[in-house]
């Protein structure tokens, strides 16, 4: 079984910084994507950065100079560093991996369960 467990949220005033943390853990062979989503309270969930293999990033128009995903493949991590934080930033954080748990098959996404960040204003 794979685990994805998220950490970082909270409270902080607009324009400040958090850092969240996703680690896997669990029988893996590869780790292809992982990213960070969120949803805010009555909209879709909306992804917000991926990195892809640990190299390509690409990451939500609203977001883009603010945060920035970073992946250390040793421990199976990823962390997102969200920086001058806005009151729409506030949502619930998901982690998500599309990862291989074995050398054949086909590679399946994962979540983790969310950590609530919320950016008073």
């Known amino acids: 079984q794979v685990q994805l467990v998220e950490s970082g949220g909270g409270l902080v005033q607009a324009g400040g910084s958090l850092r969240l943390s996703c680690a896997a853990s669990g029988t893996i062979f590869r780790i292809n994507v992982m990213a960070w989503y969120r949803q805010a309270p009555g909209k879709q969930r909306e992804l917000v950065a991926r990195?892809?293999?640990?190299?390509?990033?690409n990451y939500a128009d609203s977001v883009k100079g603010r945060f920035t995903i970073s992946v250390d493949n040793d421990k199976n991590t990823v962390y997102l560093q969200m920086n001058s934080l806005k009151p729409e930033d506030t949502a619930v954080y998901y982690c998500?991996?599309?990862?291989?748990?074995?050398?054949?098959?086909?590679?399946?996404?994962?979540w983790g369960q969310g950590t609530q960040v919320t950016v008073s204003s």
């Open positions: 990195s892809t293999s640990g190299r390509t990033t």
């Open positions: 998500n991996a599309d990862l291989k748990t074995r050398i054949v098959g086909n590679s399946r996404s994962y």
